[in-house]
């Protein structure tokens, strides 16, 4: 169900501007959760911001970006800075803009792993949607490591089985073979109609993510691979009151504590596990 200031909206309400667009409201319409918005305004950003993940992930899968864990990573150096422990950091001076821009446009000098895959697919989506200038203000500092996110990014979890097209999914392999742990799970985007797209598996349905994660288990494997019930979100909200601002570039802010764990392939939950097991420390 669809709730705009407090009252359900049918779906023939909602100029949608294209069929992905056509495609997220019937779910949303048909769904048994309410989705709540306070304007049609906010319903639309959402909408085309979803519709641009779904762009960004299929851009990602066409691109000669390459599979890698942590200590193989490698990026444009004329951008980006790789780190001692397999990080990409944007290099001082260059536009945040750029440097998203550039891992598309000369995807073959790119090699990450899938957190941070997912990480750039939404950098790109929410930049193509609000446009330079808002993101650069934004995201001045651009750290994609694992989970590790802008806080203006506004990523939060929610425990479903409704998944939205541009929701981040996460496969499970529990038996995975230790000899490439980089094979423990698989982050992917949904992208409607029961498909996925994992960076380094491709596009595929639920069922053939599953039969390729299994393949990739150990020897004596009992237990299948499977999609959980684990979904990654924006902040749409925070997001829109950002879009077509004229604010200046740069800005500096405080960021998120990096937490290096070594573990590739993770879900979001996990490393929030991580970040909340050594705040509790200090």
Known sequence: MIQIGGRLVEPDEINAANSEEEMIVRIMSSSQNVYAFHSMDALKFELRVRRSILRSAELMNQSEVKFATFDTTRSDPRYWIVTNYGAIRLRPGVKPSAAIQDIYSNSREYAFECAGAM??????????VIGES????L???????????DSDLGLYPVYTRRFLPGDIVYFDNPDFDPQAPQWRGENAVFLGNDLYFGHGL?????????????????PDAGRSSYLTNLVVRLNYTHMQQFAGSGRAYPRRKYQPALILHNENSIPYERYRYYMNKIFKRI
């Open 119 to 128: 990480l750039i697919i939404y950098y790109h989506a929410v930049l193509n």
């Open 134 to 137: 808002a993101f650069n203000f």
């Open 202 to 218: 491709g596009i595929l349905s639920a069922e053939q993510m599953v039969i390729t994660l299994n393949e990739l288990r150990r």
């Open 139 to 149: 995201f001045p500092d651009i750290y994609i490591y694992s989970w590790h996110a």
